[in-house]
């Protein structure tokens, strides 16, 4: 019985360049002519012969750390400002859409900063840097904050804030004069 069907063709060979790339010569490993730089050791469980294993870090050792990595994290702030200052002068003071919307986010940003304080720094808390982790929190404020200072000007330089008494004139009352003076006609 014949089979039924269109006939199988057979696979083509591959091409050079795919064989030649499935049976690349393997490199061998250095020797361990070159030594490792300072600080560093190839594998973290075997250490080399004559050398004293690295010991494990100290609570207090631990804690600098934390401090230095919350102290990165809360300075962070700083070195965004001066770009945001420059963009905002950039901007321009009239109304447009690039200038409200640079502004909105100078002043959505830090607002979400500051209200996530306790999360950003929950990482780097524990019992022994508690006491020590509020300077790092209050520097970390105080740089939001005056990112909120940089948007309170832009919108100042747009004459959106009511600074002056032509601002207020619907809360003014109409003078009542304190006396007339009336001329007679003849």
């Known amino acids: 019985m014949a089979p039924s069907g269109p006939p199988r063709l057979a696979p083509l060979p591959s091409p050079q360049w795919v064989i030649d790339l499935n049976n690349l010569p393997t490199r061998p490993k ?10 560093f050791s190839h594998s ?24 230095k990595k919350a102290w990165e994290l809360a300075l962070a702030p700083a070195k965004s400002i001066p770009m945001n200052a420059i963009m905002m002068y950039m901007s321009g003071n009239t109304l447009q859409i690039f200038s409200i919307m640079m502004t909105a986010m100078l002043f959505m940003n830090p607002l979400k900063a500051l209200s996530s304080v306790g999360a950003t720094f929950a990482r780097f808390e524990n019992e022994r840097t508690r006491g020590r982790l509020w300077v790092v929190k209050m520097a970390y404020v105080g740089l939001q904050v005056a ?18 008494r032509s601002d207020w004139l619907a809360w003014e009352r109409e003078r009542q004069p304190l006396e007339y003076s009336a001329a007679a006609f003849q």
């Open 44 to 67: 973290p469980h075997k250490t080399k012969p004559g050398s004293k294993p690295t010991p494990a870090p100290t609570p207090i050792e631990t804690d600098e750390l934390f401090l």
């Open 30 to 39: 250095p020797t361990g002519t070159t030594p490792d730089p300072p600080g």
């Open 147 to 164: 990112t909120i200072v940089l948007g309170v000007w832009k919108v100042n330089g747009m004459g959106l804030l009511p600074t002056t």
